[in-house]
């Protein structure tokens, strides 16, 4: 069975500072994986996608993650945090053989301060 | 465009009442997807329906139900209604099972008092 294990439940940087969340997968096959953001009373917004193209994925606003098949991980980053980046992540894996549901991560609670 | 849409926003209902929660996927999409994100308990899979037919069921209990119509929307059902169920509920829809990208909705929150 597929799993995802975010590393650290809260994670707090400076603006301006790297940001840097984790994802370790779980899948007896290299999987699709996501990265998901949401914002307080919100839904999810798709911030990247890998599918088995480049291993290096850039997403919006700023953020990009890199597929390491070797350490299965899939960890977020991103050069200089803003403000607007204070909400929750969530990293995600998905079948390869078919879109049934994402297996979603725990979470990750970015915290930006001035 | 519009996106997913869900309905309603937020819903009180009283344990062992019904709750009926309401998804209209994007445009051209026939796959719609259920989630439950419950405080301490993360997102889990409910429930996938394609072109009309239940797909996959994640690891909920048979009050937990829905249909999908046939213009793709889709309506999640919960009986029965325990202290437990009050959760945000997520749909998404995506353009069919072999797409690889799925887009959400805001969420309907359900608390039962």
């Known amino acids: 069975a597929q799993s995802v294990t975010q590393l650290g439940s809260h994670v707090s940087v400076s603006e301006g500072a790297l940001v840097l969340l984790r994802c370790n997968y779980s899948?007896?096959?290299?999987?699709?994986l996501f990265w998901y953001v949401q914002y307080p009373n919100q839904g999810l917004q798709l911030l990247l996608k890998?599918?088995?193209?480049?291993?290096l994925v850039k997403g919006i606003n700023g953020f990009e993650a890199e597929f390491k098949k070797s350490e299965t991980s899939f960890h977020l980053t991103k050069p200089s945090a803003h403000m607007s980046d204070a909400a929750e992540y969530f990293c995600?894996?998905?079948?390869?053989?078919?879109?049934?549901?994402?297996?979603f991560g725990t979470g990750t609670r970015l915290l930006v301060s001035p | 465009e519009a996106g997913v849409t869900q309905s309603p926003t937020h819903l009180i209902k009283t344990r062992g009442q019904q709750a009926t929660l309401r998804c209209s996927p994007i445009?051209?999409?026939?796959?719609v997807y259920w989630y439950q994100q419950a405080l301490g308990l993360g997102l889990q899979f409910l429930l996938w329906?394609?072109?009309?037919?239940?797909?996959n069921r994640g690891n909920f209990p048979p009050r937990f139900s829905g249909r999908q119509f046939p213009n793709y929307s889709s309506e999640l059902n919960v009986n029965a209604l325990e202290l437990e169920d009050s959760a945000l509920y997520l749909c998404?829809?995506?353009?069919?099972?072999?797409?690889?990208?799925?887009?959400f909705g805001q969420g309907t929150r359900l608390t039962v008092v």
């Open positions: 998404a829809s995506s353009l069919g099972h072999k797409n690889t990208e799925a887009f």
């Open positions: 899948s007896s096959v290299p999987p699709y």
């Open positions: 890998y599918t088995s193209a480049a291993t």
């Open positions: 995600a894996v998905s079948e390869r053989t078919g879109f049934q549901k994402l297996v």
């Open positions: 445009s051209g999409h026939t796959s």
């Open positions: 329906y394609d072109e009309g037919e239940e797909r």
